[in-house]
């Protein structure tokens, strides 16, 4: 299934402060956001579903310390946060 991906103002805004943070992760972000249009739940992206205010949404690690949220519908994946833990949670 093709799907295609949608971002949020906060995601755009946070990932421009995440790329001047982090530059050497351009091309990682690059391949998961392929593998997460191609299969969200592949298991090298560690996708799991989110509890309490966050229900209905997903996360799914870029490093160690680095999450995006997201949600899906239809054929499309919201981005709707990135970044660490604490800040996304």
């Known amino acids: 299934m093709k799907r ?3 971002y949020s103002p906060e995601y755009l805004r946070q990932v421009k402060k995440i790329a001047k943070k982090y530059p050497h992760l ?3 972000y690059a391949g ?3 593998k997460r249009v191609n299969n969200p739940f ?3 992206l ?3 579903p989110l509890k309490g ?3 209905g949404k997903y996360a799914c690690s870029l490093t160690y310390e680095l999450r995006i949220i ?3 519908s239809d054929n499309i994946v919201h981005l709707l946060n990135i970044g660490s833990h604490d800040e996304v949670y």
């Open 53 to 55: 205010n966050l229900q």
């Open 42 to 44: 592949d298991p090298a």
């Open 4 to 6: 295609r991906i949608e």
């Open 70 to 72: 997201f949600k899906l």
């Open 26 to 28: 351009k091309i990682p």
């Open 46 to 48: 560690r996708t799991h």
């Open 32 to 34: 998961l956001l392929e």
